[in-house]
């Protein structure tokens, strides 16, 4: 099948999925379970390691009939009923900041799965109130421009260290 790509500007939500599967699962195993592959741009794992799947501009099939505009993240597990390591929320924060600072400043937000397709329960309880909570600290694109008059992302983060695997 070929790659279908889709320009940076047009790119403006980042959407959160979670694996389901065991936190260990490594990207080749994630292939081998599901139908498609890659589904996401980005693994988050919960030691803090940051996978790069696929390039920003190619378009992935993670969301029915919302995949062109999104990015699509994936942490690492399943968060149904239970907490993320530290380290795997940092990683996710500092990943956020780095595509909307330094790849891609259009990006709006970040949203869950399950917000855009209310069929899925993904990702897990835990993640959705973290969501909420991050956008309240955050903001979106269009209150940051309001109150700085430019885009302003008041998120510090470092550089994440991203370990790439060829698709």
Known sequence: MAHVWQSFRRIRWIVLHETGGSPHESPSDL???LAEWPLYHWLI???GRIVKCAPPSRLLYHVTDHNVGTLSFAVVGNYKSREPTSAL???LEDLIGYVRASLIPGIESIIGHGEIDRTVDCPGKWWRA??????ARVGTSEARQKRAGMAVYPV???DPTVVKVES
């Open 89 to 91: 929320v940092t990683a």
């Open 31 to 33: 292939a081998a379970r």
């Open 45 to 47: 794992y919960p030691d």
């Open 130 to 135: 973290w969501l909420r909570e991050y956008r």
């Open 156 to 158: 510090t983060y470092r």
